[in-house]
C-alpha cells in the first residue's frame, strides 16, 4: 500500500472516530445539535467530497449498530453533508463571511432531508435532543412536517456552522509537510487550498 492510500485510510479511520465521539456527546448530553459530521467535513475538506461522502456513510453505519441505530437512517444526511461541504470548500466559500452563506446551502439540503426522515420514518421523534423542541411544535398545534423541517433547518444550521469553524481551525493546525501531501490528494487539486491567499 502506497503513501498516499495510507494517508487517506487514515484520515478517514480518524474521521469516522470523530463522527462517533460527536454523535455520542451529543446523545449523551440530549444536546440540541447532532455533533456527527465532525469527521465528515473534516474528511471532505482535506480530501474532497468522495471521501467525505465514505467517511459519512462508515460512521453512520458504526454508530448505528453500537450505540445509536437512529444512525443509520441518517446515513443520506451524511452523504449531502460530505459533497457540499468538499465542493464549497475547494471552490473557497468556507473562508470569512463566506463561511454563513456555504453552510446555508449545505443546511437547506440537509435539513430537508433530515426533516422528511424525521417526520416520515420516526414520526418526529429520534434519539437527538431536538426532539423536545419538536414535541413543543407539535403540542402548540405546528403541523408536524413543518414542525420537522424548521427544528431541523435552524439545528443542523447550527450543528454544521460549529462542525465546520472547528474543522477549520484543526486544518489550520495541521503541519505544513502533511498540507502538502494532502493537497496533491484533493479531488480538485486547488494549488492555493492551504496558503494565506485562501485564508486557511
Known amino acids: 500500500m502506497n503513501n498516499a492510500?495510507?494517508?487517506?485510510?487514515t484520515l478517514v479511520g480518524i474521521g469516522i472516530a470523530l463522527n462517533i465521539i460527536g454523535s455520542f456527546i451529543a446523545l449523551t448530553l440530549r444536546l440540541p445539535i447532532y455533533l456527527d459530521s465532525l469527521g465528515t467535513i473534516m474528511v471532505s475538506f482535506l480530501l474532497g467530497?468522495?471521501?467525505?461522502?465514505i467517511t459519512g456513510i462508515l460512521g453512520s453505519i458504526t454508530s448505528g449498530i453500537t450505540f445509536d441505530i437512529y444512525s443509520l437512517y441518517f446515513a443520506p444526511v451524511q452523504i449531502f453533508t460530505g459533497l457540499f461541504a468538499g465542493f464549497l470548500y475547494?471552490?473557497?466559500f468556507m473562508r470569512g463571511k463566506k463561511i454563513f452563506i456555504a453552510v446555508l446551502v449545505?443546511?437547506?439540503?440537509?435539513?430537508?432531508t433530515g426533516a422528511i426522515i424525521?417526520?416520515?420514518?420516526?414520526?418526529g421523534l429520534t434519539s437527538s435532543g431536538s426532539s423536545y423542541i419538536l414535541i413543543t411544535l407539535n403540542n402548540?398545534?405546528?403541523?408536524?412536517?413543518?414542525?420537522?423541517?424548521i427544528v431541523q433547518f435552524?439545528?443542523?444550521?447550527?450543528?454544521?456552522?460549529?462542525?465546520?469553524?472547528?474543522?477549520?481551525?484543526?486544518?489550520?493546525?495541521?503541519?505544513?509537510?502533511?498540507?502538502?501531501k494532502l493537497e496533491t490528494n484533493n479531488i480538485f487539486n486547488r494549488k492555493d487550498i492551504f496558503t494565506k491567499k485562501s485564508g486557511y
Not at 49 to 53: A, E, K, T
Open 5 to 9: 492510500k495510507t494517508l487517506k485510510i
Open 49 to 53: 467530497p468522495l471521501w467525505g461522502v
Open 90 to 92: 475547494n471552490k473557497g
Open 106 to 112: 449545505i443546511t437547506i439540503f440537509v435539513s430537508f
Open 118 to 123: 424525521t417526520a416520515f420514518v420516526f414520526k
Open 140 to 149: 402548540l398545534g405546528v403541523n408536524p412536517i413543518i414542525s420537522a423541517f
Open 154 to 180: 435552524f439545528t443542523d444550521y447550527l450543528d454544521k456552522l460549529v462542525a465546520c469553524i472547528l474543522m477549520i481551525s484543526v486544518i489550520k493546525r495541521i503541519p505544513l509537510s502533511l498540507k502538502n
